[in-house]
């Protein structure tokens, strides 16, 4: 809505646009007349003439007030201020100067309980030996087995000739002990032609020599661990030539 | 081994091969079949194995499996 200013004491030009009267100190009316602002006086508005005093306000000012100052120290409480701040901590976080104080969510396991883990099973099956012969009466040059990591290890064995033994090598023993295996395979009489039942044997890795710890039965043999670099032979007594075919099957749970 | 004593071993083995029969134990021949039957014949002096046969026979016997 358009205002009218009070005539007097504002003087008007030609064009009948009042005007500021008191020279600048170039002696000149540089300021026009038409602007003024409402400045705040008190508890009432008034009129006022831009000057140098009295700039026109802005909305441009108004932020900048707010924005702050591009330097080392703005003013309080500016945005600029503010985010000074922020990144002067995250200078301290990064720098070590005053770490930052986190809490994990979650909850503890009891130190009887095993951590949870994601399982990658995976069964891996190796042919040791394929279709080797055995001369009669004597064994194969012990072999390894190729063991690493595993969880568990499984030989599958087809011979065509009986009796024999299968060995493994142990903790106190190179390749001598016959309860390295589960079941233990001692000039054992039965020969393994069938290609859908070859003889199956657990690797226990190591045992006591006594015999103390060694399994009685199968969920027992397959809670011994594993060990890596085993190596096994096979010897073979039945007075003819034989064929022997091994195979690992290397199971990790 | 010479050549010769080498086409000796393949022949015997291709006329094993030729000569199987499958059963219900043994449906297809394989490398330990085939090695088991050569060493039954009383013929492998030189001791040779499936991985003989894999370097040296000519398909399908050395891909037996």
């Known amino acids: 809505m358009a205002f009218e200013l009070p005539f007097p004491p504002f003087p008007h030009d030609s064009r009948d646009v009042p005007f500021i009267a008191t020279p600048d100190d170039n002696n000149g009316y540089t300021v026009p007349s038409s602007q003024y602002f409402k400045k705040l006086v008190g508890d009432k508005y008034i009129w006022t003439p831009v000057s140098a005093d009295d700039p026109l306000p802005t909305s441009d000012a108004t932020m900048q007030t707010r924005i702050g100052e591009v330097q080392a120290a703005p003013t309080a409480n500016t945005l600029l201020a503010r985010l000074k701040s922020l990144e002067d901590k995250i200078d301290k976080i990064t720098a070590g100067t005053t770490p930052a104080v986190t809490t994990l969510s979650g909850s503890n396991l009891p130190l009887t309980q095993p951590v949870p883990s994601i399982k990658a099973g995976k069964v891996v099956v190796d042919t040791i030996w394929n279709a080797k012969t055995i ?9 390894s087995l190729g063991t690493t990591n595993e969880t568990e290890l499984y030989l599958l064995i087809w011979i065509d000739r009986q009796p024999w033994t299968l060995y493994g090598d142990t903790a106190y023993m190179t390749v001598a002990e016959t309860r390295t295996f589960y079941p233990i395979t001692n000039n054992l009489a039965t020969a393994y032609t069938n290609s859908y039942s070859p003889r199956v044997v657990k690797y226990l890795n190591w045992v006591g020599v006594t015999g103390d710890v060694a399994p009685t039965k199968i969920s027992e043999a397959i809670a011994l661990p594993m060990n890596e670099n085993r190596k096994f032979s096979l010897i073979q007594t039945s007075g003819e030539v034989a064929t022997v075919t091994v195979k690992v099957v290397r199971i990790w749970r | 081994m010479t050549e010769e004593r080498k086409q000796q071993i393949i022949g015997v083995l291709k006329g094993i091969y030729t000569s199987f029969e499958p ?25 040779i194995g499936g991985d003989w046969v894999v370097e040296n026979c000519p398909e399908p016997l050395c891909s037996l499996g």
Request: overall charge negative.
């Open chain 2, 23 to 47: 059963t219900e134990e043994e449906p297809k021949l394989t490398i330990f079949g085939l090695v088991s039957r050569y060493n039954a014949t009383g013929q492998n002096t030189e001791l």
């Open chain 1, 135 to 143: 001369q009669s009466n004597s064994a194969l040059q012990a072999q």
